[in-house]
């Protein structure tokens, strides 16, 4: 059988949402089911989980724009005391960042999702291939709008939503 998983959570990325789709991955693998993985591009972090993809595929998605986005606000990133935009003096950017976090503006898991700028990166990953079964996870929400659009293509015959 082929089993897709949609989770942005899933390792080198260290937590606990991480580690439920991975053993999904694991474990279906290690019963002979051909499992393919799509992850999203994630920022920085100086505390990755090494894991070993051993029986499954792992896909990553890619967004220009949401790199930026990171890059831009710092989220996650590890780095010195000053930013680079603060030693350029962009008062803006640190005006914008400070505004956004205070008001739940564009955080990741809240609306407008700065992660659903991997979408379209996910579907140009997919648009070729059919699977048995899709199992997309929450959160973000993104995950379940490629798993919606694959099951309206006729792409998966069954699509699990793991909330």
């Known amino acids: 059988m082929k089993i897709l998983i949609i989770s942005y959570y899933f390792p080198p990325h260290n937590s606990v949402a991480s580690l439920r789709p991975y053993s999904f991955a694991k474990t ?29 595929r792992v896909l990553t998605a890619r967004s ?14 590890v780095r010195s005391t000053t930013t680079q935009h603060e030693r350029l003096g962009f008062r803006f950017w640190r005006w914008l960042r400070a505004f956004r976090l205070s008001r739940g ?3 990741i898991g809240r609306l407008p999702d700065p992660l659903d700028l991997l979408i379209y990166p996910s579907r140009s990953l997919l ?27 006729g792409q998966c015959h069954y699509w699990i939503a793991d909330f």
């Open 127 to 153: 648009k070729n291939e059919c699977w048995d079964v899709v199992i997309s996870t929450y959160a973000p929400q993104y995950c379940h709008a490629i798993a919606s659009w694959l099951k309206s293509n």
């Open 105 to 107: 503006i564009m955080l």
């Open 64 to 77: 220009r724009s949401l790199e930026w986005f990171f890059s831009v606000f710092g989220i996650n990133q």
């Open 28 to 56: 279906f693998a290690q019963m002979g089911h051909e499992v393919t993985v799509l992850t999203g591009i994630k920022p920085v972090s100086g505390q990755n989980l090494e894991v070993n993809p051993n029986g499954f």
